[in-house]
């Protein structure tokens, strides 16, 4: 199995800051990817930002220039820096990676239990 487990969540003022990390666990041979999704109420999950695993990155057009996604390959571990955030920001973050867990297996995507940003004054 594979786990991954979000951390760094909370309440923030507008314009504040916050990282998000995600860790993931278990039976791994590769990742190929790593990405952060948000669900806010009432609309669609949205990608926020990916990584693949030559570093390469992606962004919604709503954080660039505000949130920067890194990563930690030796701990299997993706970050999220978010930066000016506003009360448009305020969703549940989930953490999404792209795994093959043996030489012999198909990648796979596995998910997070997600984070909750609240920005709010």
């Known amino acids: 199995q594979v786990q991954l487990v979000e951390s760094g969540g909370g309440l923030v003022q507008p314009g504040g800051s916050l990282r998000l990390s995600c860790a993931a666990s278990?039976?791994?041979?590769?990742?190929?990817?790593m990405g952060w999704y948000r669900q806010a109420p009432g609309k669609q999950r949205e990608l926020v930002a990916l990584?693949?695993?030559?570093?390469?990155?992606n962004y919604a057009d709503s954080v660039k220039g505000r949130f920067t996604i890194s990563k930690d390959n030796a701990k299997n571990t993706v970050y999220l820096q978010m930066n000016s955030l506003n009360p448009d920001d305020t969703a549940d973050y989930c953490c999404d990676a792209d795994v093959r867990r043996t030489p012999c297996t198909n990648q796979r995507d596995y998910w997070g239990q997600g984070t909750q940003v609240t920005v709010s004054s």
């Open positions: 990584i693949d695993s030559g570093g390469s990155t």
């Open positions: 278990g039976s791994i041979f590769s990742i190929n990817a």
